[in-house]
């Protein structure tokens, strides 16, 4: 897989970003954000991927948002497990496009290991903070959702707080230092630095030529 660049990480560091903006300057595919969605469908079988058919399948939200933090956290472990099972199947098929892929992924620094390399991975880390701080900010309709759920709740108050709390368990400093210490390029976030900037240092990272 030569010609596919991984950016794994953090949320909130500018993954999505930056794979949108290399797939454009080098006529690549872009797999953004999720990608894998587009195997999640009602064929996907539920034994196999019970997490990522808890979302397809759940019949009331108001059971997603009333989980416990440590709930939360097992259910996202799981998710991002069989997320590279998805991941790798679309990959092996992009790939005779002939053209460079570079992926927002979930695929495991374990993994990437055996099927990459240094010049085609890249670790984009923000502080556990800013996920939390920011979720609802962006304007997704799955966050905006999910925040009006949370509104609706007897005591919002607490909802949020619990929420919160998943948050915090899903972006743990255990999680950051893990891609932190993993052996592959790290790139921090700096909201002093522009698009432009971070996408030149991605590039050199990458070893990207037009």
């Known amino acids: 897989m030569n010609d596919i660049y991984y950016i794994n990480g953090t949320a909130y560091a500018g993954k999505s970003t930056m794979v949108k903006l290399l797939a454009e300057k080098y006529d690549g595919i872009a797999c953004e954000e999720n990608y894998h969605d587009q195997l999640v469908d009602e064929k996907l079988d539920k034994n196999e991927f019970p997490c990522l058919c808890y979302t397809r399948d759940l019949q009331d939200w108001r059971d997603f948002i009333r989980r416990t933090p440590d709930e939360y ?19 092996e098929d992009l ?5 460079k892929i570079f992926v927002d992924t979930n695929i495991s620094i374990e993994t990437l290991k055996k099927i990459s390399d ?17 979720f609802f900010e962006r304007p997704d309709r799955e966050k905006q959702f999910l925040y009006q759920l949370l509104m609706q709740e007897p ?5 949020m707080a619990n929420f919160r709390e998943m948050l915090m368990r899903a972006n743990s400093k255990e999680a950051y230092d893990t891609f932190l210490h993993s052996g592959f ?3 921090l976030r700096d ?9 030149k240092i991605v590039e050199e990272m990458l070893r990207l030529k037009k």
């Open 73 to 91: 956290a097992a259910w996202l472990r799981g998710v991002a497990k069989e997320c590279e099972v998805l991941e790798l199947r679309i990959l």
């Open 185 to 187: 390029k790290v790139l």
């Open 155 to 159: 005591d919002p108050e607490s909802a």
């Open 191 to 199: 909201d002093n630095r522009t698009v432009e900037e971070t996408m």
């Open 95 to 99: 790939k005779k496009q002939g053209r």
């Open 118 to 134: 240094e010049d085609h991975v890249l670790v984009m880390l923000s502080d556990q903070m800013v996920s939390v701080n920011r």
